[in-house]
């Protein structure tokens, strides 16, 4: 099975408001967020392929090292644009599933990505994880990639499962945690820093925040 991961990733200098960083500090956080998204994509061994979809382009050579489709997005028009751009390249190129992940998940393992997969058991299916305080998805797997639209930005986990079960799609609501834990304000990059397996990410984090 053909299976693309999703990632949208709006310009760096311009996300994370509410960390209350400066501009270099965001971006150097928003950097190492996104290679730990993409290093353990590509070591999961079950995604064919990452798109990111973004106009920044010092996320595209962040995905150059992992392989990853470059699709441009001429102006930031949410999630859900950034999304219909990759539906619209896998749906040419013969992918069977798509997830989307943020770029804000850094804690995710490889083994986060293959469990959650596993629990695909239809062809027509919708899974859907939360973030960690349950007001958005985390990551939305669709089988076929263009089985819903996406709702980001809108109560979006309830919105994915209520058009999953009122479609007659086989819907799940999958809870893995460090997919879960997403970073967007002081709080939660306190959470996240409590909770890191990894000495080098850890010590990244703090080197940024010290500097």
């Not at 996104?34 to 079950?46: A, D, G, Y």
């Not at 930031?76 to 992918?95: P, Q, T, W």
């Not at 909770?195 to 940024?208: G, T, Y």
């Amino acid at each position: 099975m053909q299976v693309a991961a999703i990632i949208p990733v709006k310009t760096f200098s311009n996300a994370k408001s509410r960390l209350g960083l400066s501009q270099e500090k965001t971006t150097q956080l928003c950097k190492i967020m996104l290679e730990q998204v993409l290093e353990s994509i590509s070591q999961s061994k079950i995604i064919t392929k990452s798109i990111l979809v973004s106009r920044d382009e010092s996320a595209f050579q962040i995905g150059k090292r992992f392989d990853a489709v470059q699709i441009f997005e001429d102006s930031e028009m949410g999630v859900n644009h950034a999304v219909s751009l990759a539906d619209k390249h896998l749906a040419k190129n013969g992918f069977d599933a798509s997830v989307v992940f943020p770029q804000d998940i850094p804690l995710i393992q490889p083994q986060d990505i293959t469990n959650l997969i596993k629990f695909q058991t239809m062809k027509t299916s919708l899974l859907v994880v939360p973030s960690r305080k349950f007001d958005g998805t985390n990551a939305l797997v669709r089988t076929p990639v263009d089985v819903i639209e996406t709702h980001y930005d809108e109560d979006s986990y309830k919105i994915h499962l209520t058009t999953g079960k009122s479609r007659g799609i086989s819907t799940s609501f999958v809870l893995i945690s460090r997919i879960m834990w997403d970073v967007d304000n002081r709080s939660d990059l306190e959470f996240i820093m409590r909770n890191i397996e990894k000495p080098d990410l850890r010590k990244s984090i703090q080197d940024i925040l010290n500097g």
